[in-house]
């Protein structure tokens, strides 16, 4: 009985003198922290829905109805008055128009093709000739593109209370 315990001690006390090595792993993701530069209300970036899926949402409503939500997308356009609306890429050829929520604020008007998460209520509406043609020449227009819009149009549209601006 001696023996096994002096045998079991000289172990453990050579496999305390042995030098452990560790590994250690480590992940890196290759997203990278993204900035963002907020405007109006403050929000954070987490469940915010891509644009192809709010774009599916817009094909299953009719004029007049409305959902809260937050989404991610990219701007194609942007009042270049004053920074009062922009137009948003729905992945799907489709653009949402965005107002600000009590015109509490506006964007910047270089922002175009730079990614956005906008936050408060989807919607759509029908916008008549005369707001069509402000926003034409809101937009910079010539007169004859902004004389064509002759007819009222069923769009998406969206009112933030809030947008994260991703700054790159």
């Known amino acids: ?67 809260d939500s937050k989404m991610t997308a990219k701007v194609a356009e942007v009042c270049q008055a004053k920074g009062c609306w922009m137009k948003l890429d729905l992945d799907n050829g489709e653009q949402v128009m965005v107002k600000f929520k009590d015109y509490g604020f506006f964007m910047p008007k270089n922002i175009a093709g730079q990614e956005v998460i906008i936050n408060g209520k989807a919607y759509v509406n029908e916008v008549p000739v005369e707001e069509l043609r402000h926003y034409a020449e809101d937009a910079g227009k010539t007169a004859e593109e902004i004389a064509a819009i002759t007819e009222s149009k069923k769009t998406y549209s969206f009112e933030a209370d809030g947008v994260l601006l991703v700054e790159e």
């Open 1 to 67: 009985m001696k023996n096994y315990i002096l045998v079991l001690v000289m172990v453990l006390s050579f496999m305390a003198c042995k030098e452990e090595q560790k590994t250690e792993v480590v992940e890196t993701t290759e997203e990278m922290a993204l900035n963002y530069k907020s405007f109006g209300k403050e929000i954070i970036a987490d469940d915010a829905i891509a644009a192809k899926s709010i774009a599916e949402h817009y094909k299953a409503m009719k004029v007049g109805d409305s959902i």
